[in-house]
């Protein structure tokens, strides 16, 4: 069963517009109910993993379908956890992959908060890089403001 919490409606993709283009996402998105709870989760599973806790897993796999939950807010969770997640479990990681940063034209500004937020908030790690190699490698199409540091995530890193 999802957390009541996970499933709060907060931010919205409206609420999220008009934040607007040069807002910072991710630190706005961490002032909301459902980025709050994720995040308590997520610190669970890092302890645990998900064979101590298959309900997180649940919510996780319910949230990185773009169907079920297109906000940017949450991409930027993921993009925020992705080296968690190799630590966690790789194979879920890799089977996730295309959907934490869609490469359609569609999902590019899902792929673009969660890749901003991973370049922001992450080091660059051997297995993270292999982790990506392997699978699915992002990448940005235009400028979006992901943090104040980082007005342009397409520069400086190539994979």
Known sequence: MLSPFTLDPHPTMEEEQ???????????????????????????????????LPDVQKVL????????????AIRTVYGHWFPNFVLIDENWLKQNL??????????????VAAWGTHLHACDVYK????????GHTPRSTRRVRTHQTSPNIESGVAI
Do not use: C, M
């Not at 961490?30 to 101590?52: I, P």
């Not at 796999?61 to 940017?72: F, I, Q």
């Open 127 to 134: 297995n993270i890089f292999n982790a990506l190699k392997e």
């Open 61 to 72: 796999e319910y949230h990185v379908e773009p169907v079920k939950d297109p906000t940017l």
């Open 98 to 111: 295309s959907k934490i940063f869609p490469a359609e034209e569609t999902g590019r500004d899902l792929r």
């Open 18 to 52: 008009s934040w607007g283009a040069t807002s910072d996402i991710a630190s706005r998105a961490d002032n909301t109910t459902r980025v709050q709870r994720h995040l308590k989760e997520l610190e669970q599973l890092r302890a645990e993993g998900f064979q101590q």
